[in-house]
């Protein structure tokens, strides 16, 4: 008993040459007598035959083979005039398969192509009931797309990746960066306010300025556009003239204590 054929080799054995995709555009052409059900219903059934050697399973693939041929279809002469592009060549045969799980979509006859397309990749049960239900209250394609929205599964939420981690962190690290910058409530004014001298709070601004950069080039290189931050020489008048300004106040309060020393001596 053979070894079932790889899908790789069976797209190699399949592989569209270019006198078959006129011929299939061609005969794609002559079916669309009107954009219908039945039309896009047939359609879907050549293409499926006729490209994809009647498997549902390499259709459903998202391989090379599949978008190369499709766009191969696509692009063939009359094509375009007809109104067919790759998105509605790939919904013919959804709309194909359609049909053959519920022998036929006869029973729907208010319904457009678009009306069926929003059901693809439900359950069958929930396709019927859905399609019915349709049909009977007349439902718009936006009021049918609503209720199948419902049956499908939420999306599962994006990993959070060790990029988007570190990234996270980095703009935590500057915002408190420029919060120890702030002049009117940062660490320096507390750092001064607790008795450091004001020469070492102008070290520690130097130092922040070398962080704060090297920060912000990090997140350059990792493709982020941060906000513009604050300029470097903005944040070292704020952390040297803070001390300047505990030093000239200090200075003037000493003096005016001298003075009234002397007036009441």
């Known amino acids: 008993m053979g070894v079932a054929m790889g899908t790789a080799e069976r797209e190699a054995q399949l592989e569209l040459s270019d006198e078959q995709a006129r011929e299939i555009a061609e005969q794609v052409v002559m079916l669309t007598a009107v954009n219908d059900v039945q039309t896009m219903a047939v359609v879907g059934d050549t293409i ?21 041929s ?13 109104n067919w592009n790759r998105h509605k060549l790939d919904s013919a045969v959804e709309i194909y398969l359609l049909s053959k799980v519920h022998q036929g979509l006869g029973s729907w006859k208010h319904l457009l192509v678009s009306h069926f397309a929003v059901v693809v990749g439900l359950v069958p049960e929930t396709q019927k009931e859905l399609l019915d239900l349709a049909e009977r209250e007349r439902w718009t394609v936006t009021r049918l797309k609503e209720a199948a929205g419902k049956h499908r599964p939420a999306p599962a939420p994006a990993p959070v990746t060790k990029k988007t981690r570190f990234l996270r962190e980095l703009s935590d690290a500057l915002k408190v960066l420029d919060q120890w910058c702030s002049f009117a409530d940062g660490l320096a004014t507390h750092a001064i306010e607790a008795g450091i001298p004001a020469d070492d709070t102008a070290q520690l601004g130097l130092a922040m300025m070398d962080v704060h950069g090297i920060l912000r080039s990090w997140q350059e290189q990792l ?3 941060a906000p513009a931050p604050r300029p470097i020489e903005e944040i070292a008048n704020t952390i ?14 000493k003096k005016k204590q001298m003075k009234h020393r002397k007036k009441t001596g």
Not at 48 to 68: H, P
Not at 240 to 253: D, I, M, Q, V, W
């Open 48 to 68: 499926l035959k006729r490209v994809f050697a009647n498997d549902e399973k390499l259709f459903r693939s998202q391989s090379r083979y599949k978008g190369a």
């Open 240 to 253: 040297l003239g803070l001390g300047k300004r505990k030093l000239a106040n200090s200075r003037a309060s």
């Open 70 to 82: 499709l766009t191969k279809l696509a692009t063939q002469p009359g094509m375009a005039d007809a």
């Open 223 to 225: 493709g982020v556009a």
